[in-house]
């Protein structure tokens, strides 16, 4: 036969704490709240006491290296400044050294090549003097044979011309009168 069957439910033994929530049982959310004010001012006070007053001291650290290095480098800028005006004060003062070498070379040059010039001139006006001596002389050299010469002409050419020779004299004195003219 058929025996019926019951289902029975066993419920696992509960654990020391009651069934819920714990923070939100009511007969425990009383001294939740004293915990929690007495934690929050125990935070509270630790915090005022020792991270707040280090925190303080490391921005006022910070605080016065910030100023420190501001006022360096304030101090370096007007040194950097100073060291620029000095340097344009010296390359200004060079610039004027070797514009004023320049000058003077510029014009002791020129001096030197005025005294050069002239004396180059000088011994060209000699060389021309002495070359026109020398052409002068060799004209008057030329004009005295030419006279010989035209005169050794004159004779021949008339007596081609006559057939008779015409008197030393006689040539001389025609070439002196087509001379003179």
Avoid at 113 to 131: F, G, I, M
Wanted: charged fraction near 25%.
């Amino acid at each position: 036969m058929a025996q019926p069957t019951q289902a029975t439910t066993e419920h696992a033994p509960a654990s020391g704490h009651g069934g819920g929530f714990p923070p939100f049982k009511a007969e425990t959310y009383g001294s939740q709240l004293i915990w929690l004010g007495l934690c929050f001012v125990v935070l509270y006070v630790m915090v005022a006491k020792l991270a707040l007053p280090r925190m303080a001291s490391i921005l006022a650290d910070r605080r016065a290296r910030i100023d420190g290095d501001l006022a360096e480098a304030v101090r370096l800028k007007g040194e950097a400044d100073a060291a620029v005006a000095t340097y344009e004060k010296a390359l200004a003062d060079a610039r004027n050294r070797a514009h004023t070498i320049a000058s003077e070379t510029r014009e002791r040059l020129a001096r030197e090549s005025e005294a050069h010039r002239k004396s180059v001139e000088a011994d060209l006006a000699r060389q021309l003097t002495e070359a026109e001596k020398t052409i002068a002389a060799g004209k008057t050299a030329a004009m005295t044979n030419v006279r010989g010469i035209a005169v050794d002409a004159a004779g021949a050419i008339v007596a081609q011309l006559v057939g008779k020779t015409p008197s030393q004299a006689a040539a001389a004195a025609a070439v002196d009168h087509v001379l003179k003219r």
